[in-house]
């Protein structure tokens, strides 16, 4: 069998405390401490349609913490196709996830993103369906709301901060030129008519 690569983009981002320092590696330590279960620290991002976000697998590895942020939602099924390049049109059906050997209930997962945690310094996979600001409003939830590890009056901003080399260059040679690498707007006018 053959190995495949598949490149993926690590965003770098700062946790920047609003009332000065701190150390989001410990600090979410110790909020996961005190919010060791699942059930403990489960946020609900959608009551109506039973939408959850949840700090998963975290794990200290290599000084850091690694971990995963998912979003499910209870009870929701999946959508199926059945390709047949010859049919005139392809059949949908819905899914359900299948219980587990003990009976358990399963949701699928709508979206994941991954992170590692170094002191304040933290790199994120995003997904198309999490991205770094969900999960910075997920960890001031935890830190703060659901665990109180953070005062009410502060709070972590993930910003992105370019190293010493990128300000110095942007510094030296003001930008010129910014390429887009997508068409910002489709030429191909839209099926309602609006532009």
């Keep these: 069998m053959r190995s495949e690569s598949v490149q993926k983009r690590l965003n770098y981002k700062r946790a920047n405390y609003l009332q ?3 150390n989001l590696q410990a600090d979410l330590k110790a909020a996961l401490n005190k919010a ?3 059930g403990a620290r489960k946020e609900i991002v959608n009551a109506a349609e039973n939408t959850f976000l949840l700090l998963n697998s975290v794990r200290s590895r290599w000084t850091m913490l690694f971990g995963a942020l998912l979003i499910y939602s209870r009870g929701r099924n999946h959508s199926l ?3 047949d390049d010859a ?3 392809l059949k949908v059906e819905q899914m359900a ?3 587990d050997r003990s009976g358990a209930r399963r949701d699928f997962v709508e979206s994941l993103l991954f992170f590692g945690i170094k002191g304040n310094h933290v790199v994120v996979l995003q997904s198309a369906g999490l991205r770094a600001r ?3 409003t997920h960890l001031n939830w935890l830190l703060q709301t659901k665990t109180s590890v953070l005062a009410d009056e502060d709070r972590i901003e993930l910003a992105d901060h370019p190293t010493k080399a990128a300000i110095q260059q942007v510094l030296k040679s003001p930008v010129k030129k910014v390429s887009v690498g997508v ?3 489709s030429r ?3 099926p309602c008519g609006f532009r």
Aim: glycine share 8%.
């Design 183 to 185: 068409p910002l707007q």
């Design 188 to 190: 191909a006018p839209s």
């Design 81 to 83: 196709v059945t390709e």
């Design 134 to 136: 969900q999960f910075e």
């Design 87 to 89: 049919a005139d049109e």
């Design 97 to 99: 996830p299948p219980p």
């Design 36 to 38: 060791s279960t699942v």
């Design 20 to 22: 000065g320092s701190g």
